[in-house]
């Protein structure tokens, strides 16, 4: 479930397993009644416990017992920062989305919030959105974390512009200058890279951080940069459950007396599930159906229904006479359907150079065919080049990512960044995204 993080890298407003619970007024929203009251305490409890799962690396128990405190109390900023911090460390980046922005609408002010909801944004490939929500926030994000935040969305030039601000600071910590140092390495400048990480490194350490950063530049997924981060590996996630939604109408009690929630089979082994009950409210049980009349509803025992197939009669072909085999009628391939135009990009990999991304671009057509009539876009770095091609509707590109892998290609689907038409394209054979 879980990975080494990148070394000496850290993002300050990641409180994960921290004090998350408790706002300025000193803890938990406080109950105007002893029902409330009494899912304040159910709250505070499982809270405490989703803290202490945390602490541990028990990210599913952690999740169970986060969801059951967001439950008893919904409108609690603290304790939906608890679940979107749990999510981050199970590697379940779009649940971590929906939990972050839901306590940025509750508290606007809540720089944390707004700094992790845009780091799931980029895992999920949202580029553009978390470049505009740090821009939007920048007030309340401190810079250093904004500056590693913009270069992992895809613009590590305003990202070293950050952090140079940062480094030089007389409170600039080791962490601080590391960063600066991987997102001078993201914009391609490893030699400036190197000299700021030999600052609180031994040289020969700092040449292994420079190996392990070139990987790092080089992502082949839209999650694995956030994930390298926090040490985590991303996993298939059903999304926040629709009780536990800002908004939902499901009464509070119900929600709190809810079992925890389910997660995928390959997302947590047997060892990590919770051997702990979450605390939950008690509910009086379901009544039995009834028809308007007041009779009970009886259900019938299922049965299956099978339609017998009309039995055919195949003639015998004559001795000595092979049976002719009758052939399907060949129909046309279908037109290629227009691709609606977007922000989203399919990113192909990155590449030692423009040449060497030609090649690849080239491999990739032959693989998939499809590719053919898509015009390749990219953005030149100093130590690399990044090969896409997009300028579609995510839908589109989605599917043609997933096409693309089926023939054994590694892809991600992202939002624009910096994109343009491919160096080796020659000015008038521009093709549009559109065609």
Known sequence: ??????????????MLGGTM??????????????????LAKL??????????????????????YAEAAVAAMPRDAELRALLGASYLKAGRFTSAHTAYADVLQLSPTNGKAALNLALAMIA???????????????????????????????????????????ARSPDATATTRQNFALVLALAGRWAEARQVAGIDMAPQA????????????????????????????????????????????????QLAA????????????????????VEVAQVEPAATMTSPSGSRIVFAARQEVVQSLPVGR????????????RLAAATPAPAAREMAKGKWYVQLGAFDSADVAKDA??????????????????????????????????????????????????????????????????????QLAGR
């Open 258 to 277: 809810a079992a925890p929630s389910q997660v995928p089979a390959d997302a947590a082994s047997p060892e990590a599930a919770a051997n702990e009950a």
């Open 1 to 14: 479930m879980k990975k080494r993080a990148i070394a000496g890298l850290s993002l300050s407003a990641l």
């Open 124 to 166: 999920e490939g949202q580029w553009d959105e978390a470049r505009t929500l740090l821009e939007e926030h920048a007030t309340i994000v401190p810079a250093a974390d904004r500056g590693l935040a913009m270069a992992l969305a895809g613009d590590p030039a305003t990202g070293a512009e950050l952090l140079m601000t940062a």
């Open 21 to 38: 619970v408790g706002c300025a007024q000193g803890g938990i929203s406080t109950a105007s009644s002893r029902s409330d009251e009494k």
């Open 43 to 64: 709250a505070e409890n499982n809270a405490a416990k989703a803290q202490q799962a945390l602490a541990k690396g028990d990210a599913i128990k952690a999740i169970s």
């Open 314 to 325: 195949v003639p015998a072909a004559p001795a000595g006479v092979e049976p002719r085999t």
């Open 361 to 430: 671009w080239h491999r990739a057509q032959r693989r998939y065919p499809v590719l053919a009539e898509q015009t390749p876009t990219g953005m030149a770095f100093k130590s690399f080049y990044r090969l896409s091609v997009g300028g579609f509707g995510r839908s589109d590109a989605e599917t043609l990512c997933r096409g693309y892998r089926a023939t054994g290609g590694r892809c991600f689907v992202r939002t624009g960044a910096g994109d343009q038409t491919a160096v080796w394209v020659k000015a008038g054979k521009v």
């Open 206 to 253: 700092a040449d292994a951080r420079m190996l392990e950063w070139t990987a790092f530049a080089k992502p082949t997924g839209a999650a694995d940069q956030v994930s390298a981060l926090l040490g985590v590996i991303p996993v298939k996630d059903p999304g926040l459950p629709v009780a536990l939604a800002l908004n939902a109408s499901v009464p509070v009690t």
